[in-house]
Each structure stands twice: as C-alpha cells, then as structure tokens.
C-alpha cells in the first residue's frame, strides 16, 4: 500500500514539473502553446517575414511583393505631386507650389482642428510660439505668427515645412495628408494675417 502511494506520489510530482517546464517561455521558445493553428495560420501572412520559413516564391523570401517600380498606389497621387528632395534645394523649390484649396470657412475650420492636435504643443494655441513644449523648456520658441518672417513665407514653404519638418521642427509628412497640410496652412495664414510677398506661379 505504501509502495503504491510512492509511486502515485512520484507520478503526479513527475506530471507536475513536466507541466511547469513546458510552460515556460524565453527566448525562442514560446512555452506550451493550446490549439495553436488557431493563431498560426498556415498561409503567407502579409506583413510578416520569416526567418527560418522563407517565402520560395517572391524574391528575398518576402511574403508581400513590392510595388512595381514608377507606379503610384489609388489615392497617393498627392504625395507624388508634391514629392520633393529633403534639402535646400527642395525648400527652395516648394515656393512655387501653391495652395489648391479654396479659403472655406469649412476648409479652415478643419485646419485648425488637425492644428490644434499637431502644432499647439510647440506654437501655441494663437501661434505665438508658447505651446506646452516650450513652456516647458524642452524646445526653444519658434517664430511667432505674427512676426514678418512668417507672413512673408510662401504658402509652398509652409507647405513643406511641414510636411518634411525644417531646423528643429519635425515632419508631419506621415501624419498629415498633403490636403490637410494645405487646410493647416489656411488657418496658420487666418492667425498670421495674408501672405506680404511676390505671387508664384502654380507646380
């Protein structure tokens, strides 16, 4: 009787930290997986690559294709119509770009909602350059909107300033679309006052 308590005591011991170690997870092995077809599909995922399972028929191994080269994806022809060189040069050369949106009360209204979510931590809600940002000291104030360095700047700067970010401001080329960039730069142009330089020809 005392041997078979022993044995069945050893059993469950045995069952016990067979359980333990086949739950635990590191490095490459994730532990004790239930039912995983349910979450690791047998086909190609997307935008998922793997290492010791490559793709044998895109090239690289790459489950997802890149785009044919010289083509623009449905809905991104903006981005190519504006697509400049992150340099002087191109600073220079978004001058001639001009603003395609009509001033509407809608238009600008909804630049300064995607304003007021993107460009008061460093410019402030007035554009005065005193946002929470450099209140706080972490960035030095920009120019303020009322200032003449600012309503002598081409809609076609503002424009690429903030698309591809200029000095110390950042780029909000992925964040914004170039549409609502250009509805940014009205209500920036509604704070500032109308633009005091030479008229541009359209690009």
């Known amino acids: 009787m005392a041997n078979s308590r022993l044995i069945l005591s050893a059993f469950v011991l045995m069952g016990a930290a067979s359980l333990l170690s086949s739950c635990s997870a590191g490095g490459e092995n994730p532990g004790y997986e239930f039912a995983p077809n349910m979450y690791h599909g047998f086909g190609y995922e997307p935008l998922a690559q793997l290492a010791d399972e490559p793709n044998k028929i895109?090239?690289?191994?790459?489950?997802?294709?890149?785009?044919?080269?010289?083509?623009?994806?449905?809905?991104?022809?903006?981005?190519?119509?504006?697509?400049?060189?992150?340099?002087?040069?191109?600073?220079?050369?978004?001058?001639?770009?001009?603003?395609?949106?009509?001033?509407?009360?809608?238009?600008?209204?909804?630049?300064?909602?995607?304003y007021n979510i993107n460009c008061t931590p460093c410019h402030g809600d007035k554009g005065l350059g005193d946002g929470t940002i450099v209140a706080a000291g972490k960035f030095p104030p920009p120019p303020?909107?009322?200032?003449?360095?600012?309503?002598?700047?081409?809609?076609?700067?503002?424009?690429?300033?903030?698309?591809?970010?200029?000095?110390?401001?950042?780029?909000?080329?992925?964040?914004?679309?170039?549409?609502?960039?250009?509805?940014?730069?009205?209500?920036?142009?509604?704070?500032?006052?109308?633009?005091?330089?030479?008229?541009?020809?359209?690009?």
């Open 58 to 114: 895109n090239p690289h191994g790459m489950n997802m294709r890149e785009p044919v080269k010289g083509t623009v994806a449905r809905g991104q022809a903006d981005f190519a119509k504006y697509a400049l060189p992150v340099s002087n040069e191109g600073y220079e050369a978004s001058a001639a770009f001009r603003n395609p949106l009509p001033a509407s009360a809608a238009n600008i209204a909804e630049g300064q909602t995607l």
């Open 144 to 203: 303020s909107y009322d200032s003449d360095r600012i309503k002598t700047t081409p809609d076609g700067k503002m424009f690429y300033s903030i698309r591809y970010g200029k000095n110390l401001m950042g780029a909000y080329g992925t964040t914004l679309t170039p549409e609502q960039i250009w509805k940014v730069v009205h209500y920036i142009r509604t704070v500032s006052g109308p633009y005091k330089g030479t008229a541009t020809a359209s690009k």
